[in-house]
């Protein structure tokens, strides 16, 4: 929700938001859609709504998905004619993901993104794997003492860890 | 609703739309390769890898597509791009389009690539003078960063290896490096482009991307291979024998069943 469109929000707007807080992630459903910040504006034009999605990665197959569940649910809850509009620019970050989303996210056994620093892949170029400085902690059991299988999970936004402390396998949400 | 029956479309092409094209069929073609792991890759991980990485080739190719197409300004969208276009309409590099050949092979194509098109990306997301390519660009930069990071840690621990990792990493070097000369020289497109402040001229990104592949060959105690005389020209249309039958086998359903939606 964009500090500028809080003073003046309609009534209509913001039960839109209160019920675009309710619309889980089809991938990580533990969380909403506006936890892990991709609806990024609601506007009102006269009769129609405008929702405004950044998506989470170029290819992520859940986005059309996400396009057909919010429109579904802002529709249902007979706010609209409402209408999708995809915003590319500024690009989706990791560090969208609310505290609340993060919360979310470990409870759900998935390791919350650190800082998405710009440069950080890049530096760690030619490092191998199992030498990266970065710690995640194990969302089971907290322990930093966790190494990184894979920069590549169950879908495009984890990356495969596994604990050697508690020896189970998570996945983490990579900072992006 | 476009016509979705015609069996080829003809391109309206200008040196912006070929530029664009050219990056978007490199992604396009890339992602369809590497989507071939899917079910065959030596370990799960990296069949998981290999999929994720050719998810976001496709997203990327489907962004640009789509650009290109508004700029060509003929009603053509992204899939109408991607499937009905004539071979030598494509103007991906000729890198991409080669069989996938084994691990080593695709994981070295993988490091090059992405090495390339993050310096690319780099470029296009800080000075592009296209709106919609510089955000296309951001949002590829930072999927390109993890592609490189992941594709470079496996040339270093296959190069730096077992003795039979090591014969296939050197292997698919002698086979792959030659192309990499394609990444690198510049014609009237990419003067054009330079000229009209869509993306650099693509010589600008010779030297930081050997500086890179170099430490990352140095890190696998790998020689940088000599230079060759060899060039490919996938990029100006003209394509090498694997491209007709990966087009065969992108392009089936759609010249089948035109239109097909699901």
């Not at chain 1, 964009?2 to 089809?26: I, M, N």
């Not at chain 1, 007979?78 to 500024?90: D, E, S």
């Not at chain 2, 621990?157 to 510049?186: I, N, Q, V, Y």
Request: net charge negative.
């Amino acid at each position: 929700m964009s500090a500028a469109a809080v003073a003046t929000e309609s009534d209509r707007v913001k039960q839109a938001w209160a019920v675009l807080h309710g619309v889980l992630d089809p991938e990580v459903p533990a969380l909403s859609v506006c936890d892990l910040g991709i609806v990024r504006d609601v506007i009102e034009h006269g009769d129609e709504l405008e929702l405004v999605l950044t998506p989470t990665y170029s290819g992520c197959p859940a986005t059309e998905v996400i396009e057909h569940d919010v429109l579904a649910a802002v529709n249902g809850a007979g706010l609209g004619p409402a209408k999708v509009t995809l915003r590319r620019a500024p690009a989706w970050t990791t560090e969208w993901i609310s505290a609340e989303g993060r919360r979310k996210l470990s409870e759900y056994g998935i390791a919350p993104p650190g800082t998405a620093h710009a440069d950080l892949p890049q530096q760690a170029t030619v490092r191998v794997i199992g030498r990266r400085s970065e710690a995640v902690a194990c969302p089971r059991c907290a322990s930093l003492h966790t190494e990184r299988l894979s920069a590549f999970g169950s879908t495009a936004c984890k990356s495969l860890y596994r604990c050697l402390s508690c020896r189970e396998p998570f996945e983490h949400f990579k900072p992006i | 609703m476009p016509d979705m029956t015609a069996a080829s479309i003809a391109l309206n092409l200008t040196p912006a739309t070929q530029y664009l094209l050219r990056i978007g069929d490199t992604c396009l073609i890339l992602g369809q390769r590497l989507g071939e792991w899917c079910g065959h890759a030596p370990i799960l991980e990296e069949d998981i890898a290999m999929a994720n990485i050719a998810l976001d080739f496709i997203g990327q190719a489907r962004a640009l597509l789509a650009h290109a197409g508004t700029l060509e300004g003929a009603g053509h969208d992204e899939d109408q791009l991607a499937f009905l276009r004539n071979e030598r309409d494509y103007f991906n590099l000729t890198l991409v389009e080669l069989p996938r050949g084994d691990f080593a092979a695709s994981v070295l194509r993988n490091t090059m690539v992405a090495t390339w098109l993050k310096l690319l990306w780099q470029r296009l997301a800080a000075d592009s003078q296209d709106d919609e390519v510089r955000a296309i660009a951001a949002k590829a930069l930072k999927e390109a960063r993890y592609h490189q990071q992941h594709s470079a840690d496996w040339v270093v621990r296959l190069g730096d290896g077992t003795a039979e990792s090591r014969r296939r990493m050197e292997e698919a070097l002698s086979d792959l490096w030659r192309f990499s000369a394609e990444m690198f020289d510049t014609d009237a497109v990419d003067e054009a482009a330079a000229a009209q402040g869509i993306g650099p001229r693509w010589s600008e990104l010779e030297a930081p991307w050997r500086a890179e592949m170099t430490d990352i060959l140095r890190e696998a105690t790998l020689e940088v291979p000599a230079d060759s005389a060899f060039r490919s020209d996938g990029k100006r249309g003209r394509h090498s024998e694997h491209m007709g039958f990966i087009l065969a086998d992108m392009q089936y359903l759609q010249r089948a069943y035109p239109g097909g939606v699901w």
